[in-house]
């Protein structure tokens, strides 16, 4: 326990909201169900939306911005999609305050909308509206467009990060000639996602696709990468979705082949938001605080000077200079805290705290001796090295610790992925030992719901590398020919 | 004229709206007084993102994030803030839809809120308010915060990227111990807007502070960098706003000075937005299209192989492979065009529409004598030069470019910068010459308002480098210790 962060398993939930506040990461705004997003937080942030945005241009894609606003009747041309995001928007009618004369800012009845706006839950629909314009010919597809914004939800019960009225995100809209690249755009991203949460976040996911209920609204299909926490509940970490013609029709977006045929465009849309910022504190942080792997930590490493004088401070310095001089050479993020204000233990709390993966002190004897004194984050290991070649050893401590953020991670997850064959086992699993369950099922929404309304599990998805075989459904005994993954979710 | 852009000295509006549209910066969209922001508009919008956070970072500033929604009592807490904004704003009143059972989508009146939400016409309430929670002592300080964000301002005439009723930008937020401090961040955000204009967008700039009428609502200061277009109309580019205790007053943000006292703090805000897309069109671009800076410009060159035959095109792409790895490894943008669906003269064109800055045309000829052909977009000048040292002369082209469209554009300013010493010459400038008219001005805000009433004409900003002068206002007569600048304004 630091710094007043309960212990993870005394109270999961109070310690993810404990550890979110005190690290500096977000905190509740004055606004219902919004947060403020800290600069340390928001500096990790920075770090995906960097690596994520190389890697959708990387697989062609370009930024665009379209409008915070969707007129109400855009919402009534996908008919399931209306059903999922209507019920929850911030919806805007008028376009004035005034003063009412006592003083009192109210809102100006004469600036009523003559259609009411809605706050975009996503951007599905202001999207092809805009798309019907762009797109006339193959020769306009394919249309490979991500948006960077804010959306909002009206959630009832909010969580920092994970669940909030308004959120972060980056959404992906794509326009096809054909289903097949319309599916193959929607895989693609999916492996996209996957390869970021796993070689970035160290975070190891199920690549799967939604059943029919869980799928988006308007979507065909929906893939998802799902992960698991370390509560042994389930979080989806981002969903890529093939959407068929249904957005097209809707919107009447049509475009002439190359053989001269006109039909319809095939589409997909694609996101990810500041939830993964719930996700990477939940998968990997302690007590003490945050664990960051070191591919995403703002300061990867922070030095720390033990001095009883300011001769002795200049000449740790001195050696300190070199040494970030060469780090930063090799792109390392370090920090130098040389602060007289606070002693070295508070320091160390303070950057445990913060997740940096590595921290090297230096003191009157290292000096002496040519050494210096690494903790590495993770294992809470520490050791005395010599100062020569410190800098190798650092760079690759860093992979280290990036690979073993990972592998524990991994670790968890198999460990609590476990197989259910009935559906009293089913149960007892999920109170006794939450995580990933395996299991047969008939297929039918109607056992899935019930299954969920009963015992509060979800099928998290059917992972796309799922081997066939011969079982029972757990709920109804119907025969099932593969398993799925169950879990109770975020 | 090109692609059907009408000539800028025809119709100079309808020229630029047409040029945005054509060149694919940006068009209107379905909801009133919004833009979408096309990939091609938005590509050069991050690129000055990019450009200018790094400056803010390089200033110590940290990016946060902040709520999209202000409750409706935080714009009551600031007298002068709220009568600035509250007349144009979106308000949110409901949070949820329902299908009234006819099919129709309609707003769910069980789902009113307490307190009406307005979105962000800008950030300072909700921002002190937050920062509240994060002031206790002089350690604290200073808080240097920058969002970039979305906001809403309801305008009544909206013209793409200028006047937008949706925009981004970024919002600096910071907060300091004494007056000073926080004057002198006001002035140093003030000269990196400057560089950035000037050094970047090739915009010369006039560096001032705005008078009482002209000031953000709620500073004590405000300080400007104002523009001239080509046009003859002024543009304000950027501001920078000395905020005195206003905001701490407002919500209450005290600190524990060094010397154990307690004092509210003192704040600045700065901002630029996507109207600084409007300034780079308006500033440089001609009758063919957009003249980009090479330093913003997406592409910065762009290679056009002229062929007779799939072999003749091969032998020059081959020349092209070698001249486009030299220029990405001197980190030039490059873009090697050999579509054989288009002819060269269209391809011609679309990159002038476009704006690249520089044009490399290599056929049959060049092939045998070792040679090619640059166009350059500013001057439309093409000169015939040697393949070798020709990844060393683009290089150097490019910077002269950059330099060209700067001294373009400002010859431009200087000459249409006149001195006007009576109201009579002062208003036939206006009508016949139009350009930033240097006048004297007795000081009051009943001649400002007065002169504004009468020409449409306001004081753009009482420059940072005004000599002091003797004269007499003139409207009034009244004496004057100084000219101030005066034009015609976007």
Redesign the interface.
């Known amino acids: 326990m630091s710094k007043g962060i309960i212990s993870k398993d005394e109270d999961y939930s109070q310690w993810f909201n404990d550890l979110v506040i005190k690290a500096d990461l977000a905190?509740h705004?004055?606004?219902r169900g919004?947060?403020?997003?800290?600069?340390y937080g928001?500096?990790i942030w920075?770090k995906m939306q960097a690596v994520l945005d190389q890697m959708f241009k990387d697989t062609g894609h370009?930024?665009?911005?379209?409008?915070?606003?969707?007129?109400?009747?855009?919402?009534?041309k996908e008919a399931s999609h209306?059903d999922g995001f209507?019920?929850?928007?911030?919806?805007?009618?008028?376009?004035?305050?005034?003063?009412d004369g006592n003083g009192?800012?109210i809102?100006d009845e004469d600036a009523k909308l003559e259609e009411?706006?809605?706050?975009r839950p996503t951007s599905e629909t202001?999207i092809w509206?805009?798309y019907k314009?762009w797109i006339q010919s193959y020769r306009d597809l394919p249309l490979l467009?991500n948006q960077w914004?804010?959306v909002?939800r009206?959630e009832m019960r909010t969580r920092l990060f994970l669940r909030t009225t308004?959120f972060?995100w980056q959404e992906g809209h794509t326009a096809h000639a054909t289903a097949e690249e319309a599916i193959a755009e929607t895989e693609q991203m999916l492996h996209v996602y996957a390869d970021f949460a796993e070689n970035w976040l160290a975070l190891p996911v199920i690549k799967g696709r939604k059943t029919a209920n869980e799928r988006f609204a308007g979507a065909l299909d929906t893939y998802c990468i799902e992960a698991l926490m370390q509560d042994g509940k389930a979080l989806q970490a981002g969903t890529s979705h093939f959407l068929g013609q249904n957005f097209a029709k809707a919107f009447d977006v049509k475009f002439t082949s190359k053989e001269g045929k006109l039909d319809h465009v095939w589409a997909t849309s694609w996101g990810v938001s500041t939830r993964l910022m719930g996700a990477l504190v939940m998968a990997h942080s302690d007590d003490s605080g945050l664990v960051l792997p070191p591919k995403l930590a703002p300061i990867q490493v922070v030095i720390v000077p033990i001095f009883r004088s300011d001769e002795e401070l200049a000449q740790i310095s001195a050696v300190v200079d070199g040494l970030s001089k060469a780090l930063k050479a090799k792109n390392i993020r370090v920090k130098y805290d040389n602060r007289d204000t606070q002693r070295p233990g508070f320091k160390f709390a303070e950057y445990e705290l913060k997740g940096i993966p590595l921290r090297v002190a230096i003191g009157g004897r290292d000096l002496a001796n040519g050494t210096a004194e690494l903790a590495r984050r993770d294992t809470k290991t520490k050791e005395t090295v010599q100062q020569e070649g410190l800098v190798d050893h650092i760079e690759q401590l860093l992979e280290e610790i990036q690979k073993n953020i990972f592998q524990k991670a991994l670790t968890f997850r198999n460990e609590n992925t476990r197989e259910a064959n009935t559906y009293d086992e089913f149960k007892k699993m999920l109170d006794d030992t939450p995580g990933f369950i395996s299991a047969h099922w008939d297929g039918t929404p109607e056992t899935e719901q019930r299954i969920k309304e009963e015992t509060k599990a979800t099928i998290r998805c059917i992972p796309l590398d799922n081997k066939l075989e011969d079982g029972a459904c757990i709920l109804s005994g119907k025969p099932s020919t593969q398993r799925v993954l169950f879990a109770r979710a975020y």
Chains 1, 2 share one sequence.
């Open positions: 905190e705004s004055a606004v919004c947060m403020v997003i800290k600069p928001y500096s920075e370009s930024n665009a911005y379209f409008p915070l606003f969707i007129p109400k009747s855009f919402f009534s209306v209507a019920k929850e928007c911030a919806v805007v009618t008028h376009y004035r305050l005034k003063n009192n800012i809102v009411e706006l809605i706050v202001i509206n805009t314009g467009i914004a804010n909002v009206w308004e972060l």
